[in-house]
């Protein structure tokens, strides 16, 4: 079972920032955070992961609180083809394990 | 644009048929997987291999065989399948079976059992 709980959708204006919460409560210290989307008939995008640190790329901003327990995935300026499903993984094993899916946050944005 | 490249995108086939799945990837990843999914559903593993070897195998049915014959190809042969394992098939991949590392997705290919 997945160990995340998300909003099962949320809408954002276009060129606003998009604020994605993920609840990870009973997270270990070695599990990583991962952020995935999959836009419409596209197979899922890595977009960023952490551990422990606040962590920013290209894509997105990444805050994971300090105990660990939540995270927020920020897109700084969404547009119209940030519309996707966003999934929050929890991820221990590595890639051997593979990853657990949950339901996701269907993110909807607006013109 | 993806550097997980699977074929075919599409495929129908009969419940008698015998088709393969190919995924392949020249990024030097040496952890590959397989996932299926649903309509409207997330992604569910089926298999891992690591090193070209098998790692996991989430209980799925012996009519779905996986083979790994390099580093950079991975199969997932199908025999005698059932309507309902119609389905987005998607392949993965990634640096090592680290848990820093992500994976990179192809875009499946959609599979349809008559």
């Known amino acids: 079972d997945a160990k995340t709980t998300q909003p099962p959708s949320m809408d954002c204006a276009e060129g606003r920032a998009a604020n ?6 009973t997270i270990s210290g070695n599990e990583y955070v991962y952020w995935y989307r999959q ?23 990444l805050i994971i609180t300090e105990d660990r327990k939540s995270s927020t995935l920020i897109l700084p300026h969404a547009t119209l083809r940030d519309t996707a499903v966003y999934y929050c993984i929890v991820n221990s094993g590595g890639g051997a394990d593979g990853l657990t899916f949950g339901k996701g946050t269907h993110l909807i944005i607006q013109p | 644009d993806t550097e997980v490249t699977q074929t075919p995108k599409h495929l129908v086939m009969g ?6 799945l190919k995924c392949e990837q020249h ?58 394992d119609s389905a987005l098939y998607l392949c993965a991949s990634s640096q090592d079976p680290g848990p820093n590392q992500p994976q990179h997705f192809g875009d499946g290919t959609r599979l349809s059992i008559l």
């Open chain 2, 15 to 20: 419940m008698t048929n015998k088709k393969s």
């Open chain 2, 27 to 84: 990024m030097g990843h040496r952890a590959m997987y397989w996932y299926k999914q649903k309509a409207k559903k997330p992604p569910e593993l089926m298999f891992v291999y690591s090193y070209e070897k098998l790692s996991i195998n989430e209980s799925v049915p012996s009519r779905f065989s996986p083979e790994c014959p390099n580093s950079s190809l991975l199969n997932l042969h199908l025999h005698a399948l059932q309507p309902e």
């Open chain 1, 20 to 25: 994605l919460p993920c609840n990870h409560s």
């Open chain 1, 39 to 61: 836009i419409h008939s596209q197979g899922p995008q890595y977009i960023i992961h952490g551990l422990k640190n606040n962590e920013t790329n290209e894509m997105a901003s």
